[in-house]
T-cell receptor
Framework: KAGVTQTPRYLIKTRGQQVTLSCSPI?????VSWYQQTPGQGLQFLFE???????NKGNFPGRFSGRQFSNSRSEMNVSTLELGDSALYLC?????????????FGPGTRLTVL | GESVGLHLPTLSVQEGDNSIINCAYS??????FIWYKQESGKGPQFIID?????DKRQGQRVTVLLNKTVKHLSLQIAATQPGDSAVYFC?????????FGKGNQVVVIP
């Protein structure tokens, strides 16, 4: 079974731009979560989608948004980029179910904002 | 809000020795805890988990201990190998989301 894939792997943007990151979960997984990882703050939860609905949300500003498609693939968007948005963005998927299950992480997208 | 933290930022261990990584958590309502390993350039990889109704769980060369009284979690790695060099994160599940610690670098000295 293929693992979680994320595209692109690396991205360089400038302040004020917007960016869209993509995540393809493991086949059959319907829950997709997004995390931001920085040296200073560590891994921070952004949001979780399950069956195309946002089920949970972290404490990030509205510039961070996401969505999930009917095939469970997910995208996250960051608008009006700031320098502090430079980070590794990780996506994780988990198997179907209403409660928490083991999450499988992708390799991440390294975003650099100049 | 919940927070998860690690006591030691870096642990250097001789190959073959045992490693112990500690983690404190603050959300007493958390019911599920996980240890992840992250190697350079990769996403976190699941190592072992434990539910709040247990105090010990063993895997292959790894043991997780949970002390709910003091809200403390530890990961023990037996016979540490060079491939164990990585950053280790503890995470707790509370409010149906994962909260991660800052991470603890483990360096294995051959």
């Amino acid at each position: 079974k293929a693992g979680v894939t994320q595209t692109p792997r690396y991205l360089i943007k400038t302040r004020g731009q917007q960016v869209t990151l993509s995540c393809s979960p493991i086949s059959g997984h319907r829950s997709v979560s997004w995390y931001q990882q920085t040296p200073g703050q560590g891994l921070q939860f952004l949001f979780e989608y399950f069956s195309e609905t946002q089920r949970n949300k972290g404490n990030f500003p509205g510039r961070f948004s996401g969505r999930q498609f009917s095939n469970s693939r997910s995208e996250m968007n960051v608008s009006t980029l700031e320098l502090g948005d430079s980070a590794l963005y990780l996506c994780a998927s988990s198997s179907p179910g209403p409660s928490y299950n083991e999450q499988f992480f992708g390799p991440g997208t390294r975003l650099t904002v100049l | 809000g919940e927070s998860v933290g690690l006591h030691l930022p870096t642990l250097s261990v001789q190959e073959g020795d045992n490693s112990i990584i500690n983690c404190a958590y603050s959300n007493s309502a958390s019911d599920y805890f996980i240890w992840y390993k992250q190697e350079s350039g990769k996403g976190p990889q699941f190592i072992i988990d434990i539910r709040s109704n247990m105090d010990k769980r063993q895997g292959q060369r790894v043991t997780v201990l949970l002390n709910k009284t003091v809200k403390h979690l530890s990961l023990q790695i037996a016979a540490t190998q060079p491939g164990d060099s990585a950053v280790y994160f503890c995470a707790e599940n509370g409010n149906n989301r994962l909260a991660f610690g800052k991470g603890n670098q483990v360096v294995v000295i051959p």
